[in-house]
């Protein structure tokens, strides 16, 4: 569904970030990236939907090269979480989650009406949360409208970077239990990268253990742990 053929992405300044990456996420496999900050992870994930492109090699998304992809219309099969959520201030939490379907040409009506029904899935009441602005909650319940925004096109891949990670250990434990639920109904093509292991071992079907620019594992939570 997700595949690296051998991707390297060196920065304008000489950095190498990511080199000659390959590997492959099956379809409705949830594969956690992990490894100390600076390896390559958000690199590798953002240039799956196009938010760069690499240097050397070819990413395909469903058997199709994306390189030749508009980004816009490649970013609608995409969602993507990020960790401050990156929700608009100014727009209610429905209008947020109403966001990606109304820029695809939705109806407003038919949008809010998903919208409503993706914050329910999440976990908040629409009827509560819906008219609240995002600095009217509190950062766990931010990080579930991001996920529900995310999910609101069905976007049959999701990219999440530390989506979990700036929310308090308690709440992070609700999240990725939530998440998990969610994931074992939807479905989705995931990647997550985390710099923390138990969540990666916690929420992955398969652990892509990254070092400096390379994945030095790739394999499920049990070997991953069983590793010498
Ligand atoms: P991670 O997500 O694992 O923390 P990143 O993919 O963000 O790692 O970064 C990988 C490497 O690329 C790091 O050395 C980082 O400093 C560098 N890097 C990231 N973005 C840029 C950029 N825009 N220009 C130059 N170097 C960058
Ligand atoms: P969570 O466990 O989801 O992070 P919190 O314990 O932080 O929730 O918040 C508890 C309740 O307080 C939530 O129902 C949230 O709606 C409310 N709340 C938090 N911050 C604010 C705020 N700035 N304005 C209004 N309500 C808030």
Redesign the pocket.
Known sequence: MIRFESVTKCYPDGTLAVDDLSFEVGTGELVTLVGPSGCGKTTTMMMVNRLLDPTHGRIFVDGADISGADPVTLRRRIGYVIQQTGLFPHRTVLDNTATVPVLSGWKKARARARAAELLDLVGLDPAV?GP?YP???????RQRVGVARALAADPPVLLMDEPFGA??P??RD?LQKEFLRLQAELRKTVLLVTHDIEEAVRLGDRIAVYGAGRIEQYDTPASVLGAP
């Open positions: 949360y609240r600095e009217q909650l509190s950062g766990g319940q929310v308090d308690v709440v609700r």
